[in-house]
């Protein structure tokens, strides 16, 4: 494979030793003869006093799924979500809030709150199986104290459980 090939589909390249004894005794034309070093951020990380090294993916810690069209009335300073927000002694959350799509790993992120997505979406991501995530009506939307109430609560508990994290960001 070309050099700008591979570039444009990975990040980074590890030769393992393995592929070095490969590539030595099937040689193609097209193929460098030395292995191919490319610079990248990785998201991996190993210990090198294990043996059997182990790589372990680091996660994004938090993110705020939102219905895009909804981003910019939630930014919008005053916002019920700043409110929120503020009450939960979580300001810095909102520098998480990213448009939903339909395509995103949510288990790229150890914590996970969505907000305001249609019933399709909320059952892709529930299909999704994660273990800290909690899904919450459009804020903007509810009217009475009640529906307040009972978003507002379990949103509240699932910040407390999360607070450790959410103090890190």
């Not at 193609?28 to 043996?51: F, G, H, Q, R, V």
């Not at 507002?152 to 103090?167: A, R």
Request: hydrophobic fraction near 35%.
């Amino acid at each position: 494979m070309d050099q700008t090939d591979i570039s444009l589909l990975f990040k980074s390249l590890v030769i393992l030793p393995t592929d070095k004894i490969e590539t030595q005794k099937f040689p193609t034309t097209s193929a460098p003869e030395k292995p191919i070093e490319t610079k990248a951020e990785s998201s991996l990380t190993n210990s090198a006093s294990d043996p059997d090294t182990k790589y372990v993916i680091k996660k994004n810690p938090f993110a705020i799924l939102i219905k895009g069209d909804l981003k910019e009335p939630y930014l919008e300073t005053g916002s019920s979500f700043f409110k929120i927000t503020s009450a939960l002694n979580i300001p810095q959350a909102s520098k998480h809030l990213q448009a939903f799509e339909n395509k995103i790993d949510i288990h790229n992120y150890e914590c996970v709150w969505c907000i305001g997505l249609n019933l399709a979406e909320e059952k892709s991501i529930r299909s999704m199986a994660h273990d800290n995530l909690i899904i919450s009506p459009d804020i903007l939307t509810l009217k009475t104290s009640e529906e307040k109430k009972q978003m507002y609560s379990p949103l509240k508990n699932f910040i407390s459980s999360n607070m450790e994290l959410l103090s890190q960001l």
